[in-house]
Structures are given as C-alpha cells and as structure tokens.
C-alpha cells in the first residue's frame, strides 16, 4: 500500500525531474531558434512592429499564429495573402475596404502614423516566415471561400492537367482565393475573375492599356508577376502612388510550373 | 477564529464576487459584438472589453485564493492571521492595481500580451502585492501550532504562482522567444501551480465536510500534485506546437498534456469516493455542492474537453478557433471559479455567526443550479460554434468573415444560455452580500430577543 512518505517521494522527485527535463528542452529551444526563425531578421522595424502589435492590443482580437483571441482573423500569413500595399491602406481606414452592415463587425480606424503602419506589416511579415512545423495546414482565409474546388494539400495526388492543378492552386496554398472571386460579380480585395480570360484579350486592344502583353496569355502572367504595369480601372485596388494592391514577388512565393498552371487555369474563365 | 481575521476574510471574499459581477458585465459586452454591430467601437472595442473580461477574472480568482488561504491557514495551524494591518494593505493595494489597470485599458494602455496585457510598472506593483501576502502567511505559519500538508500545498502553489510571475516582467524582441516565455506564466499558472492552490482548497474542505481522514487525505494529495507536475510542466509543448520550436515539441507535448486530465480525475475520483463513504451528510448542503461540482466541472472542462484538442493532429485543425474558447469557459469556471464559490459557500456561516450550519437559502440553491446549468449551455454552444467553425474556415477554406456569418445562430445560443449563467451570478451576489450581512445585522437582535 502506497504510504503518505513515498507519495511525498513522488510528487517532489517527479517534479524536480520534469523541471529538469524542460530546462534542458528549453535551452534547446534558445539553440534552433534563430534557424527556425530567421532571427537575423529581425530588424529595428520589426522590433518597433511587435511594439505596435501589443500597444494597440491586436491579439485581443486577432489571432497571430493562431494565438489570441477570435473576434477576427488569424493574420499568420496575411502579408504574403494581400501584401503590404494593400495592408497600409487598409490599416489607414479598414472601413474603405468592408462595411459593419455587411459583415456585422468592423475594425477600428487605430489612427496608426505611416511609420507605425510599415512596422508592424514589417513584423508581420518577419511572422509569416517562423518556421511553424508546418501551421495552418491550409490557408486560413479573411474572406472569400475556396469551397468551389476542394484545395489541394501537399501530399495529396496531383491532378493531371494544368488547369486542374491552377484551379487546385488558386482555391488552396495559393490564396488567391482570399482576394479575388471567380464570378465577375463579386469583389473581394482584387476584381472579380469571372470571364477574365475574355476580358483580358479585350484589355490589350484597348488603347488605355499600358502594357506590354500582346496575348491573353501573356496579360495574365504580367498581372501575376507584375501587377503594377497595368492597373484595372474603376476600383480600389491600388494605392494612390499607383502601387497595385496584389502582392509582389509572386515568383518567389511560387515555382514557375506552378505560374504556368495558374494562368492556364485563368485562361479557362471565360 | 477571531473576529478581526473573519472580518479580513470577509473583505477578501466580498471583493472577489464583487469583480466576479464585474468580469460579466465585460462578459456581455464582447459577446453582444459577435453579434454586431457595435456601438461601442471607438469607446471600448472587442479587444479592450475582452481584455477587462479575462483580466477580471484573473484578479478575482486570485484575491478569492487570497481570501482562501488568510481562512485556511489560521484554521490549519490553530491560530490568527499574524497582521491584520498588512493583510488590508495588501488588499487595498491589489484593489487599486486592479483599477488602475482597467481603467488604463478602457483608455488604451496596454501591453498587449493576452491575458498579461498590464502595463510593466502594474506589474511591479503585484509583486509587491504578493510579498506582502507571502511574507504575512509565512509570519502566521511560524506562531501557529502545526504545519499540515493541506496548508502546505496551497502555500507552495501561492509561492510557485508568484514566483512563475517573473517571466511576465521581461521583454523579448523574438515574437515566439515571447510566446515561449508567455506561457511558462499563463499555461505553468492554471495547468500547474494552481491546481496546488485547488488541490489545497479541495483537501481542506473535503476534510471539514466528509470528515475524511487528514493522512488518507493528504497522502492522495501528494498524488494528485504530483499528477499535476507530472504531467503539466512538460505538458507546456502543447502550447509551443506551431510557435517555431523544433518538431519534437509536437511528440512531447502531446503526449504529456494527454496526461493532464488524470490529475483533474482523480480529483473527481477521490471526492465521489469521500462522499460515498461519509454519505453526504454535512449539514452545509450548498458548501457540499459547490465541492462536489467543482471536481466533477474541472475535470470535465479542463480534462476532457482539453484533452479533446490537445493531440498535435487535432489541434492543428482546431488551433486558434473557438473550441478553445469552450474548453477555456468550462476549465476556468470548473477548476477556479467553483473551488472559490465552494470555499466561500462553506465558510458563510462562520463570516456571518450562523451558528445553523444547515440554513440554506433558496437564492443559495437556485445560484448553484443557475451558474452551472448556464455554463454548461455556454460551453455546448461553444463547442457547436467551434466544430462548425474548424471544419468551414479550416478543412473547407471559407473565409473567416463567411464563417463568421454562418456562426451567428450559435452566439445566439451563447447569449441565451450565458444570460442564465448570469443569473446565477447574481443570485449568488444577492445571496452572499445582501442576504449574508442582513442576517449578521439582525443576529445581536436576535440575540437580546432570544
């Protein structure tokens, strides 16, 4: 039978040997952590962004890495799923881009300056590349909806044909679901997508057009990878410097194949 | 014990329900906004309310434990409380930090860590706060007669809780070195050092009321902590899966914090076998309740419904989605809240010289079955909100605000059955605070009548 001495025994040597246990786990952890999140990053900006994070006491409504609270949404990857052009102008005035009627809960105008606003999107940013052990297993999405298509996951069979693999990729990892719906109808972020295959070989006949694709095609891809070089008129998808709202750089987040699958999805949208 | 302590634990225990009613009315303010719109946007936003609703919480659950161990610890060791003087100090001071900081938050300073969101000089403040009360603990325990293992627990749980708050006070410029140091506070606080705190509470008055043998009793406690550690302090990783620590947290903390409810059962184990034994005959019928629930409630919401999400290919899912706010809802009140309202059920006679142990009031009866019938409601409809929330937003990829939309019939639910909880609230306010001092005024009448 268990005596009170030997619970005693228990209770005092379990828990010295747990606390060493998780000492030694928590060096551990001081160790790997500037690999795992490219500590070297972080810069005067990103410092001053965390500041801002918590003076304006964003995770008692959003959540970072799915921590805080669930008022509004998990904003882990949110600079790579809308960029910080768009993000500065949002944070200037959240209620330009969504209205309390509609969606029954709106953000607050903070009443950040330009400098605070570049910050924190600076340690957002510095956030979205913590190696996560490979969390949220899907894009978690502010808006729009990938249900059209079941989003593809890594792992799962890949669909053979290319537009097959685009659509997976437009709805799934690549976000873009979270900014542009496929009817034309529909704004979210970006325009609305449906029929943009038709509309983009009317675009570069259009004498306002001021790019440089000659082809439907070749339209689409600029868009992707450049999306400054021509702005779609009447809407507000760009700040007033003339800087696309879409974010940059997509050919880093994105290998070329995987562009290629996009625009041949895109390309049946018509 | 004298009257000069019971008034110092009087104090304490009114306080305690007094933000209890506070932390509601917070309650309520951030709930109305899931449904929207909000009137208040730019007076007191989600975050602000939310941030005084756990905050709150936070406050009266530790000053009960305050109020806790100031009645436990001179009744252990057979004496008084060595300084009324800094016992009210200590009171007066942890008061006026409680509204300097939400009066700070409803202006907008805030340090923005969730639930450790005081600005870093409030924070000094607490450790003043909790030296006071150590120190004078410690000063009572040398002039008392004896030192029990019960008293002993709930000290080391006090002291380990203090001491645990260290990490709150520093700063890192690494968002997950801050995460990591976060939850050595907030997860090694109510998944650690607090259950000490419980278990404390929970031996005393499983003593007084089933008349339970102190070295059987306190025997099992030592299990129960140890339990507790056993499982809680590696258990810790379950919070440090997605946070940027390497892979093998996913194994430790999986594996550890599915261990977490044993300490929670066997707690509920351990009180159902008392009261089997010694046949619930206490005459404190609601002290008996409030005992009983409070094992039964913790163990299913911080066991059970912890455990529902704790395994990393769960909570990858789950993570960040309100199924965390049902299982935080059930856990808190279950494991911190009820063991408050059970110790302060148990020693209203003695605050208020009922020399009747077995006088009942029916707003007595009616606040236990209110708060719990409420919080079960609250926790189904959270659970609901959460499922639908995790497989829509997560597994399907609908956006978060579409979910939201798709969610409003289960905030409905929430306010409904969170409105019945309320009533609980109040019914126990009325009961403790009103009903309680109006019968200790009437008794030196009674007294001369008789």
């Known amino acids: ?270 | 014990m004298s009257d000069s302590s019971r008034t110092i634990v009087y104090a304490y225990f009114s306080a305690a329900l007094l933000l209890f009613g506070l932390q509601i009315v917070f309650g309520f303010l951030s709930l109305a906004k899931y449904l929207g719109p909000d009137p208040l946007l730019y007076i007191a936003n989600f975050a602000t309310t939310k941030a005084v609703h756990t905050n709150v919480l936070l406050v009266w659950v530790l000053t009960g434990f305050m109020g806790a161990a100031y009645y436990i610890v001179p009744e252990e060791s057979r004496t008084e409380i060595h300084s009324p003087t800094l016992a009210y100090l200590q009171l007066g001071l942890w008061l006026a930090i409680g509204v300097a900081t939400v009066g700070l938050y409803l202006f907008g300073v805030t340090e923005g860590r969730k639930l450790l969101e005081m600005p870093t000089p409030l924070k000094y403040g607490v450790v003043v706060v909790m030296l006071i009360f150590l120190y004078n603990l410690f000063m009572t325990l040398r002039k008392g007669e004896r030192f029990t293992t019960t008293e002993g627990v709930l000290i080391g749980g006090l002291a380990s809780a203090a001491l645990l708050f260290i990490p709150a006070l520093i700063h890192f410029d690494n968002y997950t070195l801050d995460r990591f140091y976060r939850w050595w506070v907030v997860h090694l606080w109510v998944e650690g050092v607090w259950e000490l705190i419980m278990g404390g509470i929970l031996a005393f008055l499983l003593i007084r009321i089933s008349g339970a043998d102190r070295e059987v009793m306190e025997k099992w406690l030592y299990v129960i902590v140890g339990l507790t550690f056993l499982s809680g302090i590696l258990g810790t990783g379950h919070h440090y899966y997605w946070i940027g620590v390497p892979a093998y947290w996913l194994w430790v903390g999986g594996f550890f914090s599915a261990l977490e409810p044993l300490a929670f059962l066997f707690m509920a184990a351990f009180a159902y076998t008392l009261m089997r034994r010694s046949g619930l005959s206490h005459p404190n019928v609601m002290a008996l309740h409030w005992t009983l629930g409070a094992t039964v409630f913790s163990a299913i919401g911080a066991g059970i419904l912890g455990f529902a999400h704790t395994w990393p290919g769960v909570n990858k899912w789950t993570h960040g989605t309100h199924i965390t706010t049902m299982h935080g809802h059930m856990a808190f009140f279950g494991a911190y809240a009820m063991i408050n309202l059970a110790i302060i059920s148990y020693a209203r006679p003695m605050l208020f010289g009922i020399t009747d142990q077995a006088a009942q009031t029916r707003t007595s009866v009616w606040a236990f079955w209110l708060m719990v019938g409420g919080m079960f409601g609250m926790t189904m409809a959270l659970a609901a909100a959460g499922i639908v929330q995790t497989y829509l937003e997560r597994i399907l990829g609908f956006g978060y605000l579409e979910t939201q939309a798709k969610i409003q019939v289960h905030y409905l639910m929430w306010l409904a059955t969170s409105l019945l909880f309320s009533l609980g609230v109040g019914a126990y306010l009325v009961d403790f605070l009103w009903m309680g001092s109006a019968r200790s005024r009437a008794r030196p009448a009674m007294a001369e009548a008789g």
Request: with cysteine.
């Open chain 1, 1 to 270: 039978m268990l005596t009170k001495t030997s619970a005693r025994v228990f209770f005092f040597g379990g828990t010295l040997l747990f606390t060493l246990v998780f000492i030694g786990l928590t060096v551990h952890a001081h160790i790997t952590l500037a690999e795992r999140t490219n500590d070297a990053a972080i810069d005067d900006s990103v410092r001053r962004g965390l500041r801002v994070w918590g003076e304006y006491n964003c995770e008692n409504c959003h959540t970072l890495l799915g921590e805080g609270a669930y008022y509004a949404p998990d904003l882990t990857q949110i600079v790579d799923q809308r960029g910080a052009g768009y993000l500065a102008a949002f944070l200037r005035d959240p209620s330009q881009f969504y209205s309390e009627e509609g969606d029954g809960r709106l953000m607050p105008t903070l009443g950040l300056d330009d400098e605070q606003i570049t910050d924190v999107i600076a340690f957002l940013d510095w956030v979205g590349n913590i190696d996560t052990n490979g969390w949220p297993p899907r894009p978690i999405l502010v808006s729009g909806s990938a249900t059209a298509t079941y989003p593809a996951v890594p792992g799962e069979p890949q669909a053979s044909s290319p537009a097959e693999r685009g659509r997976a990729l437009f709805n799934g990892i690549g976000a873009c679901a979270s900014c542009h719906a496929v009817t034309s109808d529909i704004r979210l972020i970006g325009p609305g997508l449906g029929g943009v295959a038709t509309r983009a070989s009317e675009r570069i006949a259009d004498a306002a057009y001021r790019g440089n694709a000659k082809t439907a095609e070749e339209y689409l891809r600029e868009s992707l990878l450049e999306p400054d070089a021509f702005l779609v008129p009447d809407g507000n998808f760009a700040t007033p410097a003339g800087q696309s709202f879409m974010p940059k750089q997509l050919d880093e987040r994105l290998s070329d194949e995987q562009i290629d699958d996009l625009v041949a999805y895109l390309l049946t949208l018509e």
